[in-house]
């Protein structure tokens, strides 16, 4: 088992900066990728970023590119989500998710085997 715990959410005015943290624990081996999912009001749940377990490799939302940034400390075990330029439309329950095994889309939040508690953040305009 992985738990994932999460910090970080807020309240922030449009053009503002978080930055969200994911720490796993428990048995991590053969966790391959930690990733962001968010989920606002009314709509299902959207892929933000992806990073390996080692941190090597990332991919992104078309809708967050250039904004947001994701990165894994290694020794803390610990995934981050720099959220630079928010929009009233990032305004969102965001979740980290964890991997196990290879070979699976990223972006598919079925495929994940385990889920932090979700962490608001809401941009003001």
């Known amino acids: 088992q992985v738990q994932l715990v999460e910090s970080g959410g807020g309240l922030v005015q449009a053009g503002g900066s978080l930055r969200l943290s994911c720490t796993a624990s428990?048995?991590?081996?053969?966790?391959?990728?930690m990733a962001w999912f968010r989920r606002a009001a009314a709509k299902d749940r959207e892929f933000v970023a992806a990073?390996?377990?080692?941190?090597?490799?990332?991919l992104y939302a078309d809708s967050v590119k250039g904004r947001f940034t994701t990165s894994k400390d290694n020794a803390k075990n610990t995934a981050y989500l720099q959220m630079n330029s928010l929009k009233p439309e990032d305004t969102a329950v965001y979740y980290c998710?964890?991997?196990?095994?290879?070979?699976?889309?990223?972006?598919?939040?079925?495929?994940?085997?385990?889920w932090g508690q979700g962490t608001q953040v809401t941009v003001s305009s």
């Open positions: 998710a964890a991997l196990r095994g290879s070979g699976a889309s990223w972006t598919n939040p079925a495929m994940y085997n385990y």
């Open positions: 428990g048995v991590t081996w053969g966790t391959s990728a």
């Open positions: 990073v390996t377990w080692s941190g090597s490799s990332t």
